[in-house]
């Protein structure tokens, strides 16, 4: 009897899992400022869930609008226990669309899987939801991929850009026109940022087709990044995109912390230049001066003037020969004339007697 009790224990959440996850509210009408207690069963072990208030919804279709039909800034998180199962309070707030309304838990982590609660918010006003979509039954048939790669100026914190790629068949039995996808992208533990984009074709019963939706992230964002797509209230594909670090505007910032203050030292030490009174007994100047040595009582030598010894052409040691037959000259050894006082009178010379024969000097070797 005990095992068979046991064995009960443990097969009451394995067939509340195997059910999927299922959220309850504990009242099914609140007003704004009031709060409600969430629980729910069937979820992974320590999983971490958002709880959000969506208009324009419906439990069998899911949340129409995506997140952006939810109260996001009240939502709250919770973490299952070991069980699958939590509890907490929600705090009831307007959505931004018309009712309809559901209480909404989705994972934040690991595999997609989210469920929903009837509910009603006080006083907000209902409209009712748009038509389900009778056209084709949409399936995919391949893996999404992520195609496209990072230019420079993405390195500059430029917005990063892919394109979600992936296959779809038309299941049903009428053709599938214009489907309208949703693209989400998630970063880190946040809830995604679901974006609306159709998809402009046609597709017949039993035909395929390859779609391609651009993604976009914002200026500057990088880290690890998931992209979603969801269609009809249901997700059919996850895939992680780890977008660099914009190293170029770190570079940009350094550079500018030290040109600036250059520049800025710069234009102080020129406006302290211009506005700074002249140095006593001299002009200013812009550089470092030249030193001058200067010796007191010290005077250039005066250059010699030229006298009219130094004009002769005639060397010292070399004495021509006078007369009417004179052919050479005689060398004589030289003397120094720094004994001869240039004050004292030169005897006069003798001039030779013309009837007097000069002795003719024998020539020797040049």
């Known amino acids: 009897m005990l095992t068979a009790v046991c064995a009960l224990l443990l097969a009451a959440p394995m067939a509340a899992a195997a059910g999927g996850p299922t959220v309850k509210v504990s009242e099914s009408q609140a007003g704004t400022g009031g709060s409600v207690t969430v ?22 279709r899911g949340v129409i609008g995506g997140t952006n039909s939810c109260a996001n800034a009240d939502g709250r998180a919770v973490t299952t226990d070991a069980n699958g199962s939590f509890g907490k309070q929600l705090p009831v707030a307007e959505p931004p669309v018309p009712c309809p309304c559901v209480v909404h838990v989705a994972t934040v982590t690991g595999a997609s899987a989210d469920a929903d609660a009837a509910f009603q918010v006080a006083g907000h006003p209902v409209k009712a939801l748009p038509p389900a979509s009778t056209g084709g039954r949409l399936s995919m048939l391949t893996d999404t991929r992520l195609d496209g790669s990072s230019g420079l100026l993405t390195w500059f914190g430029a917005p990063p850009s892919r394109t979600l790629v992936f296959t779809i068949g038309n299941a049903g039995t009428s053709t599938l026109k214009d489907p309208v996808f949703q693209v989400g ?75 600036v203050p250059a520049a800025v030292f710069r234009i102080g030490m020129a406006v302290v230049d211009r506005v700074r009174p002249p140095r006593a007994g001299g002009i200013r100047h812009r550089g470092v001066p030249r030193p001058v040595f200067r010796v007191p009582h010290l005077r250039a030598a005066p250059e010699p003037t030229p006298s009219a010894a130094a004009t002769t052409s005639t060397l010292p040691w070399f004495t021509p020969d006078s007369g009417p037959g004179a052919t050479g000259g005689r060398l004589s050894a030289p003397h120094d004339d720094s004994s001869t006082s240039p004050t004292a009178p030169t005897a006069p010379t003798t001039p030779t007697s013309p009837t007097t024969p000069t002795t003719p000097t024998t020539k020797g070797p040049t």
């Open 39 to 60: 629980s729910g069963t069937g979820w992974r072990p320590h999983t971490l869930l958002m709880m959000l208030v969506c208009g324009q919804s419906s439990p069998s």
């Open 185 to 259: 992208t998630a970063h880190g533990v946040f809830a995604p940022e679901w974006d609306e984009q159709q998809w402009h074709g046609t597709l017949a019963p039993g035909k395929k087709a390859e779609v391609k939706l651009p993604v976009e992230l914002s200026a500057g964002a990088h880290g690890d990044y998931a992209v979603s797509l969801r269609y009809d209230g249901k997700v059919l594909a996850e895939q992680p995109w780890g977008v660099g670090r914009p190293w170029g505007v770190t570079l940009f910032w350094l550079l500018l912390c030290v040109v």
